[in-house]
C-alpha cells in the first residue's frame, strides 16, 4: 500500500542526517561565559569605533559609498609599483590618497582612493589630477580603457549613509513585529537583541581591522541578520514544541533540550554556509573581500547568538517575572516532584 501523506518516515535509510546523538549539553549552565565572551567582544566592538569616531568623526571605516570621494581603478600594462605610484602623486600635489593592489596580481590593478571634496567639480578634477601625474610619471603606463572611476559626491554619500541605516532598523522591526505575531512578544524581543548583538560585534570587527564599509557590506549584514534570525526561529519553534508536549519540565531543561535537539542541524548548515563564505573571502579577490569578510564573522556570530544570547533570555526573562511575583509568560511549570 502506498504510504499515506505526512507519514513518518521510519523506513531504513530515510532517517534525517544527525551529527550529534543523545547530545546532553547543559547550555544554560553556561551562560556566564557566553556573556563574558558577548561583552568582551561588544565592547571592544564600541571602544574601537569609539576612538575612530574621535579620530576622524566616523564610527567605522567608511568607504567611498558613503563618504563620498573618488575611485579611480587602474590597470597598467606591468606589474605597478605602490611606492612609485605614491610618489608621482605626492609630486602632483595629491595629498591623503589611498593605494592598495586591486584584484589578482596578474590583473596589474590599483585601487586610488581620493578623500571627500566639497563639491561635484572637485571630485572629477582630481580623478584628471591622477590620470595626469600617472602619465608624467610614467611612459604609457595604461590605456584610456584602462582606467574606471567611480565618483559620489558628499550628498549622496550622506543619502546613502541614511538609508542604509534605516534598512537595517527597519527589517530588525520587521522580524520583531513577525515573531511576536507567531509566538510571543518576548521570543521577538529576545530575537532582536541577538541580531543587534551580531550585527554590533560585526560592525565591531571591521573598525578592529580598520576596513572600509560599502553597500556591499551593508548588503552582508542584511543578509546576515535573516541568516541569524532564521537560525534563532528554529531553536524557537522547537522550544515551543517542547513547552506543549513537557508541561512539568522547568523551563532551563526545556530550552537546553531544545538545542540538544537542533544541535545537528545548526553545525550543519551553519558549517557548509561558513565554509562557503570561507572560500569567498580567500578566493573571491579584493572587490568582494568586505562582503565576504562581513559575512564570515556573521554567521559564527550569529549561530552562536543563537545559542547562547536569544535562547538564555527566554529563561532570564521567566525568572524575573517569578522574582516580581508575575505570572509567567512561557507555559512550563516548575519540576515535578519525585
Not at 587602474?74 to 605614491?86: E, L, S
Not at 585601487?111 to 595626469?132: C, M, T
Not at 534563532?232 to 519553534?237: A, K, P, S, Y
Amino acid at each position: 500500500m502506498p504510504e499515506p501523506v505526512g507519514a513518518p518516515m521510519q523506513q531504513e535509510g530515510r532517517e534525517p542526517v544527525e551529527l550529534f546523538r543523545n547530545v546532553n549539553v547543559d547550555w544554560l549552565g553556561k551562560k556566564w561565559y557566553f556573556l563574558g565572551f558577548s561583552l568582551i567582544f561588544s565592547i571592544a566592538g564600541i571602544v574601537s569605533m569609539a576612538t575612530h569616531w574621535a579620530r576622524t568623526g566616523e564610527p567605522v571605516p567608511l568607504g567611498v559609498d558613503f563618504r563620498g570621494g573618488t575611485e579611480i581603478q587602474v590597470q597598467f600594462q606591468q606589474r605597478p609599483d605602490i611606492n612609485a605610484i605614491r610618489q608621482a602623486l605626492d609630486a602632483a600635489g595629491i595629498k591623503d590618497e589611498k593605494i592598495q593592489p586591486f584584484n589578482e596580481a596578474s590583473l596589474n590593478e590599483v585601487l586610488i582612493s581620493l578623500p571627500e571634496q566639497k563639491d561635484e567639480s572637485s571630485l572629477d578634477a582630481g580623478r584628471q589630477q591622477v590620470v595626469n601625474a600617472l602619465h608624467a610619471h610614467y611612459n604609457n603606463p595604461f590605456s584610456d580603457t584602462g582606467v574606471k572611476v567611480d565618483v559620489v559626491g558628499p550628498t549622496v554619500g550622506r543619502q546613502l549613509e541614511k538609508q542604509a541605516g534605516l534598512a537595517t532598523l527597519y527589517s530588525l522591526l520587521g522580524m520583531l513585529v513577525y515573531l511576536w505575531f507567531r509566538f510571543q512578544l518576548i521570543y521577538g524581543i529576545a530575537a532582536v537583541v541577538a541580531c543587534f548583538h551580531d550585527t554590533l560585534i560585526t560592525v565591531g570587527f571591521f573598525a578592529l581591522t580598520g576596513q572600509e564599509i560599502s553597500l556591499t557590506v551593508i548588503a552582508a549584514i542584511l543578509t546576515l541578520v535573516g541568516y541569524s534570525m532564521n537560525d534563532t526561529i528554529v531553536v524557537f519553534d522547537r522550544i515551543r514544541e517542547n513547552l506543549r508536549l513537557s508541561r512539568r519540565e522547568s523551563l532551563p531543561d526545556v530550552v537546553n533540550r531544545s538545542i540538544n535537539q537542533t544541535l545537528s542541524r545548526t553545525v550543519l548548515t551553519s558549517g557548509l554556509t561558513f565554509l562557503t563564505v570561507l572560500s569567498l573571502y580567500v578566493f573571491g579577490g579584493q572587490v568582494l573581500r568586505g562582503f565576504s569578510f562581513a559575512l564570515v564573522v556573521g554567521i559564527l556570530i550569529g549561530t552562536y547568538s543563537s545559542i547562547a544570547v536569544a535562547a538564555p533570555m527566554l529563561v532570564a526573562w521567566q525568572d524575573w517575572r517569578a522574582t516580581h511575583g508575575k505570572v509567567a509568560v512561557l507555559p512550563a511549570a516548575k519540576r515535578a516532584r519525585t
